[in-house]
């Protein structure tokens, strides 16, 4: 330990807003406060993440994946650990922690700390295979470089344990929550009102990122299943993702496009929930 204040670097590839996404802007606003910490985030895409931390003042630089391939962005994580000085990096995803745990070898110096924010998504197919390279190249730079993994969650914590990572190695550290931030800021009414939804119309809605692993089109089938019955209902899907232009398919499939709302990506999110009746979540696997 020295005097000076320890240098962190968060590596995140921040394609969607998605939970991990909210979990490091949570963390790092709190971390950017603390003199016990120099902090610096590198991003593979200039997104919503992006927007909100350059918001709240950290250091954020972004290597777009889209223009540079790993060798280039290991490249240019070399450089920046080399250039701060880092001391640790943490990770987030597959993707991150391979290709910053291969730079800050390089580097020569930082440690390398990774967030397993879930467990492996279901899958099939191509899809599932490259996952499952992906998860064993991660698994290995785990096993050999990192020197520590935080799990957000027991079922987490014991999925590691049970890959043959030791219960020293692995820390259950549930994600924390902005209790300041984290509540609605308009009216019901009014943010009915924006979607020509009135007071007294029953809302029903789910919120996450538009993937098959959330089962927003389970949501999409029980909505039929009521509007039959109950044709005065809405419902409202919150999010943005890969899956949105068939979800809205298989809503017009089932003859509800009229009675269903996509809200796209929004930083509102609890004023959303909080002018729902019934919020469902769906999905078929959270860490």
Partial sequence: MTSRAMRVCHVMSADLWAGAEVQVATLTSYLARSSEVTLSVVLFNDGSLAAELRRIGIDVTVVDERNHGAVDIVKALTTHFRVRQTDIVHTHRYKDNILATAAALVAGGPRIIRTVHGLTEPMRGWARLKWLALETVDRFALGHCAAAVVAVSRDTAAAMMGKGFSQQFVRQIHNGIDMVNTRATRCRDEVRREFGIAADTPLVGTAGRLTP????????????????????????????????????????????????????????????IAAMDVFVLPSLAEG
Wanted: avoid cysteine; aromatic fraction near 6%.
């Fill in 213 to 272: 692993v959330k089962a927003q089109d389970d949501f999409l089938r029980a909505a039929h299943l009521i509007a039959r019955r109950q044709p005065d209902f809405r419902f409202v899907i919150v999010g943005e993702g890969p899956e949105e232009s068939a979800l809205r398919q298989l809503a017009a499939d089932l003859g509800i496009e009229s009675q269903v709302i996509f809200t796209g990506g929004r930083r509102d999110v609890n004023d959303l």
